[in-house]
């Protein structure tokens, strides 16, 4: 004899359509931003080593790129630049060049596709010979309070050049309020923030430091970038960024910390977005080709875990393959 089963869970795992009908989470498209890294010269594209099926286009091809993930559904790309190393600088100058790759990039995307919201990057590390994201001084301490001078001239020039929302992904202090005011002393009431609010000093970094050729030449980030450790700074940072007048919140990386985009979900009403970084597409990708692990199935469901645990939206380099899955 046994005791009656009144609940009986697998009742509703019965059938396809009863699944699909009790389904809590579903990706979209929507719910995707495609990064995507532009470098200098002309038709020519270069796969990244360590994050295979990701490129480096050059201005021209990438427009073609951007105009297919368009129409795949994507609204929104974050662009990266490859900046030669004969435009960098220990300042980062080129950073703010009304001319420079992402102004003109920009420029050319807006123009071609008006549609495709566009997301520029706000950090000095893809400008900077040392490959840190702020002035540093002569001890090799990174100076929060110039490079933020710094942050504000390029997160303007971005604007100018007609990005619809600037990413400062540098964790310096004060960035955000300092780049609000900026803009709107400027006119750009409309130019969002997406701001990396809670931004670990993580090791998933390095396949992209590949991409941008971006890696510090020396020390690391950790005086400036969270304690993988720490949960409760993720909220304190966030708060922060709130107050300073950010307009979506992010969590980065995703995999390691759903705890995290979890608890910042609960914590605030404002759209939260988690980046799904280079070193967990690789890890995914590599195993894939290795026939480890099914690696399309791996995809969805990753990127449903970090929508479950409460992303809006997830930057992802897996985001033209979803799109596709997704149709
Ligand atoms: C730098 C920046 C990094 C990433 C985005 N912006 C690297 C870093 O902080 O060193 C990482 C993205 C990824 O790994 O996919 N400001």
């Not at 006119?187 to 941008?212: N, V």
Request: proline share 5%; glycine share 6%; with cysteine.
């Amino acid at each position: 004899m046994s005791i009656p089963r009144i609940q009986r869970p697998r009742r509703l795992r019965r059938t396809a359509s009863l699944r699909r009908m009790v389904q809590e989470t579903q990706l979209s498209a929507n719910d995707l931003i495609y990064p995507m890294f532009v470098m200098t010269g002309e038709n020519e594209t270069v796969e990244i080593p360590s994050m295979p099926g990701c490129y480096r286009y050059t201005l021209d091809l990438l427009l073609k790129e951007a105009a297919d993930v368009y129409n795949l559904g994507i609204n929104a790309i974050a662009l990266f630049p490859v900046i030669p190393y004969e435009l960098k600088c220990d300042r980062g100058s080129e950073s703010y060049n009304p001319n420079g790759l992402v102004q003109q990039t920009v420029r050319a995307l807006k123009q071609a596709l008006p549609e495709l919201i566009v997301i520029t990057d706000v950090a000095l590390d893809p400008f900077t010979t040392h490959g840190h994201d702020g002035i540093v001084d002569e001890q090799g301490r990174i100076l929060n309070d110039p490079t933020v001078e710094i942050l504000v001239k390029m997160a303007l020039s971005q604007a100018e050049a007609g990005a619809d929302m600037v990413a400062p992904s540098d964790m310096m202090d004060g960035r955000i309020g300092a780049i609000r005011q900026a803009l709107d002393e400027n006119g750009y009431f409309d130019t969002g923030i997406l701001a990396y609010s809670a931004k670990y000093a993580s090791a998933y970094y390095g396949p992209f430091r590949d991409a941008l050729e971006s890696a510090p030449k020396f020390g690391d980030k950790q005086t400036y970038q969270m304690d993988p450790a720490n949960a409760r700074e993720a909220l304190k940072e966030v708060n922060l960024d709130i107050l300073e007048g950010a307009d979506i919140v992010m969590v980065k990386p995703a995999l390691a910390y759903l705890d995290i985009i979890c608890q910042i979900k609960a914590h605030t009403q404002l759209p939260v977005a988690a980046y799904n970084v280079s070193g967990e597409y690789a890890m995914i990708r590599a195993a894939g080709q290795q026939g480890w692990i099914d690696e399309k199935k791996v995809i969805l469901e990753t990127l449903s875990s970090i929508k479950r645990a409460g992303a809006d939206l997830i930057l992802t380099y897996f985001a033209k393959e979803v799109a596709l899955m997704l149709r």
